[in-house]
């Protein structure tokens, strides 16, 4: 019986690892303007959405308990809002916030951002789960991949004040 309840605790694990997103990036800039783009609203909206898509509404109170808000449009002229809560802002290393999307405001999802300097480089560790599915983890990894393509281009050319 002892080893029924290992088995299906495994099951769960690994099932639960399918439905996480991991990415790891690495940006030429320093850590702290990698950690502001995430964190400051006039630099976040210069970047997020997936390409093609407009951000319409941005609004953070960035700190733990802080709510943050986002609209954008798809090149197909579809709006999507999503909202949450932070949970962790740690400057200018972590920021922990949940997700989710006004459409679905039963499944949130927990959002973290690691970030780790070297030789002037920031390498980025972004988690976001638990998925209800493995699609929905497929289609955020492609938004979310088009996303940091367009905070790096950002980065190349944003300064820090």
Known sequence: ???ESRTTQARTATASLD???VIARTFDAPRSLVFKAWTERDRIWQWLGPKGFTTLLFESDPRPG??????MRSPEGKELAQYGVVRVISPPERFVFSQAWADDPEHETLVTIVLSE?????TMSFHQ???ETV???DSHEDGWNE???RL??????????
Do not use: H, K, V
């Open 152 to 161: 790096e281009e950002y980065l190349a050319t944003a300064r820090e004040r």
């Open 135 to 137: 699609e929905a983890r």
């Open 129 to 131: 789960g638990i998925f």
């Open 19 to 21: 439905r996480e997103l």
């Open 1 to 3: 019986m002892q080893t």
């Open 147 to 149: 996303s940091l393509d």
């Open 66 to 71: 802080g709510a943050w808000r986002a609209r």
């Open 118 to 122: 070297r030789d002037g480089t920031t």
